[in-house]
């Protein structure tokens, strides 16, 4: 596992000599993830852009110290009937701010965006801003209100995702022609992609159309039987190397972090998804050791820790905490 506290970083077995980043246009910088897949766990924030009242302007301050503080990522999740911010809005916000980290959508929800055309050039315009530092989660959405509001059935949307998933790559590969000549296209392999899934057909989905697989908040269980599953899917679609796989955990510490987290979690997701989801809130540095140390060995590539309230004080008690799980053996949790 990684955490890269500025301006040194800290890993379990090793302390890896400092590398100074050398910015290449339209690809990720590499001061943050240097390491091969499978090697260590990357260790993200997610920005407040989902939590109710939040101050928009804060965005961008939130992102520039996750920077400072050596966060690997920067992660936004997506609904449409609440009160969020946009994502890729949200994600533009923070690359005004930075320079190296990597921005990830964990998700990006496809399936109610009707026009893949549009959505394909929303994210390169994005992409081009950060100059390369975009990793896109896609996601067909679960939410039934949001393709409501949205006048798209969600009858057929696997075939449907299918489908605008290759139009946007048809965009970002420079197939698209106007009165003025071909819109150019971004470098190959970019932006980066990953997309989300819960059944057989989604982890089949993400080996053979995409870079890896996003894992949602519902527990370990759920992580091991995806990344099995994904791995075993990635094996049939005789992809070379592995797939990247990225996991979410919801975070909140200091005084009264528990009920913070507790009410969050709850609004957000209601009393269906809440039962999947509070258990593995992280509401103190110990369960936030532990945890690392289970995703680890559940085979994440990536930790993206979602903030249940805009507080910017969460960002300096989160990294202070990491900072101590990576110099402190971690204890092994009780089976």
Not at 75 to 85: E, K
Not at 98 to 103: H, S
Not at 148 to 156: F, I, Y
Not at 259 to 279: K, N, R
């Amino acid at each position: 596992m990684q955490f890269s506290p500025a301006p040194t970083r800290y890993g379990p077995r090793r302390r890896p000599r400092r590398r100074r980043c050398r910015p290449e246009r339209h690809r990720i910088r590499t001061c943050t993830r240097s390491q091969s897949l499978g090697e260590v766990l990357r260790v993200g924030i997610g920005l407040p852009a989902a939590v109710p009242d939040t101050d928009a302007t804060v965005i961008g301050n939130w992102a520039a110290e996750s920077e400072e503080r050596g966060f690997a990522s920067l992660g936004v999740i997506d609904r449409l009937v609440y009160d969020n911010l946009d994502p890729l809005v949200a994600l533009a916000a923070a690359a005004a701010r930075t320079e190296r980290i990597e921005l990830l959508t964990t998700v990006l929800n496809a399936g109610y965006r009707a026009n893949p055309v549009l959505l394909a050039k929303q994210i390169d315009s994005l992409e081009r801003l950060c100059a390369g530092r975009l990793t896109v989660g896609l996601g067909m959405g679960g939410w039934p209100e949001d393709y409501a509001a949205s006048g798209v059935s969600m009858t057929g949307r696997g075939a449907a995702f299918e489908a605008g998933l290759a139009a946007m790559r048809a965009v970002w590969r420079g197939e698209t022609t106007g009165a003025s000549g071909q819109v150019p296209a971004l470098p190959e392999g970019r932006p980066g992609l990953l997309l989300a899934g819960l059944v057989p057909a989604g982890f089949a989905r993400a080996a053979r159309l995409s870079d890896g697989w996003v894992a949602p908040s519902f527990g370990l269980q759920t992580l091991e039987q995806g990344v099995e599953a994904v791995h075993r899917e990635w094996a049939k679609a005789a992809r070379p190397g592995r797939p990247r796989v990225i996991v979410e955990r919801y975070f909140c510490l200091g005084p009264g972090a528990a009920e913070t987290a507790d009410a969050y979690v709850a609004h957000y997701y209601g009393p269906d998804y809440l039962p999947h989801i509070q258990p593995d809130v992280l509401t103190d540095p110990e369960r936030l050791r532990l945890e690392i140390d289970r995703l680890t060995a559940a085979g994440a590539d990536d930790l993206v820790l979602l903030p249940c309230t805009g507080d910017p004080r969460q960002i300096g008690l989160l990294a202070d905490a990491l900072d101590q799980t990576f110099r402190t053996p971690v204890k092994q949790a009780t089976p």
